[in-house]
Every structure is written in structure tokens, then in C-alpha cells.
């Protein structure tokens, strides 16, 4: 089975940089996800990490070590609606069911 | 090019009543998922349609059903409805994974269930 852990909430200044941290245990590995969901809204995609090292995507990257089984979301730049939950998960099985974190709830303060 | 979309977005039942939730994809998009999330958690993955099948399930109980038009179409429906039932539901439409595509899911805006 899959077993995702990312911390509950952080809080973050705007104009910082803050780091998300997700560690997952898996059976067979077919890459990461992070999505980012604003409050009342649907998660919409962010990044996709398959291969160990940093994918940069403008203020975000996403950066992934296999062996540790450990991913994280890296936001500079905070602006105040970055203020979202930020889901780790991880596809499995030949269909790649998706399994989601319980996410980050991130808190961008003036 | 229309995105996932999902009816009705808001539904009060009451216990021991049935639902309905339904959900076009993405054009293009062969396969469905469904997931159940509550407030302040992640969403949890309830099961899969590809080709018209029920491809992998979660761990929810048979009072969770769904099915898969040949236009790629899903229905969810809930059986003998539970408070615990209360959650938003969200419809995630994808391509299967391989052949350059990540898998990457599009979600629908929710149907938002109310159970008292």
C-alpha cells in the first residue's frame, strides 16, 4: 500500500521562501504529484516528479530522492494567494490510482 | 475545450437515502476517478473507471457504486446513506499513465453532499 506524511499546517511571510516536505512508502514507484487546492476550490496540478533531483517551475519547484522516498514543494516569492493546501501524492497499480496526503495547509501572513 | 464538470454541486439527503453524482471528463480523457474528501483532509481515492470498468477500488464499502459510459461518463451513487457520508465528492479525469503522458489528473469542482 501506499503511506503518504506531510506536515499539517505552516505559516510563511510573503515575499519568503517556504519548503513543503513529503516522505511516502510505496509499492512500486511511478512518480510523485503535488497539487495545490485553494479553499472551496478543486486541486489543480503543480508538478510532476518521476526521476531523482529539482524540477523548477517559475516561483515553484519540486524536488524528489527515490531512494529516501522523499519529495518537497519549494515556494519563493510567497505572495498571499499562495495561502492553499498543498497535496503530496503518488500513482500505483497499472491504472495508477492516486493517493493523497492529508496535505499542508500553508498560511501566507503580511 | 471543457474541463471536468460535475452535477449537482450542492445536495442535502437525508439517512438511508441513495445519491447520484455525475461527472463528464476532460475531452480527450479516457479515464475517471472519484474521490471522497472531508473537510481539512486529502482526498480519498474511491475507484477508477477505464473503459467502462471499475479498474482498482479504495477502501470504501459496496454502498459505493459507480459506473462508465461509452462517452466516458461516470456516476457515483451512495447507498443507504450515513452522516459520516457528509464530504465533498470530486471527479478527476486523466489519460492512463505511460506513453509520455504523467497521469496528471483534472479535477471537477466538487459535488459538495450534505447528509442529516
Known amino acids: 500500500g501506499q503511506n503518504i506524511d506531510q506536515p499539517t499546517e505552516m505559516t510563511a511571510t510573503e515575499g519568503a521562501i517556504v519548503q513543503i516536505n513529503c516522505t511516502y512508502q510505496t509499492s512500486g514507484f511511478n512518480g510523485l504529484f503535488w497539487y495545490q487546492q485553494h479553499a472551496g476550490e478543486a486541486p489543480t496540478f503543480l508538478s510532476y516528479n518521476v526521476l531523482d533531483g529539482l524540477e523548477e517551475k517559475g516561483r515553484f519547484s519540486s524536488f524528489l530522492s527515490r531512494s529516501k522516498g522523499y519529495s518537497y514543494l519549494l515556494l519563493k516569492e510567497l505572495q498571499m494567494k499562495d495561502s492553499a493546501s498543498y497535496l503530496c501524492a503518488v500513482p500505483s497499480g497499472g491504472y495508477q490510482k492516486v493517493t493523497f496526503g492529508t496535505g499542508t495547509k500553508l498560511q501566507v501572513i503580511p | 475545450d471543457a474541463g471536468v464538470t460535475q452535477s449537482p454541486t450542492h445536495l442535502i439527503k437525508t439517512r438511508g437515502q441513495q445519491v447520484t453524482l455525475r461527472c463528464s471528463p476532460k475531452?480527450?480523457?479516457?479515464?475517471v476517478s472519484w474521490y471522497q474528501q472531508a473537510l481539512g483532509q486529502g482526498p480519498q481515492f474511491i475507484f477508477q473507471y477505464y473503459e467502462e470498468e471499475e479498474r482498482q477500488r479504495g477502501n470504501f464499502p459496496d454502498r459505493f457504486s459507480g459506473h462508465q459510459f461509452p462517452n466516458y461518463s461516470s456516476e457515483l451513487n451512495v447507498n443507504a446513506l450515513l452522516l459520516g457520508d457528509s464530504a465533498l465528492y470530486l471527479c478527476?479525469?486523466?489519460?492512463?499513465?505511460?506513453?509520455?503522458?504523467?497521469?496528471?489528473?483534472?479535477f471537477g469542482e466538487g459535488s459538495r453532499l450534505t447528509v442529516l
Open positions: 475531452s480527450g480523457h479516457d479515464t
Open positions: 478527476a479525469s486523466s489519460l492512463v499513465q505511460g506513453l509520455g503522458n504523467t497521469g496528471e489528473l483534472f
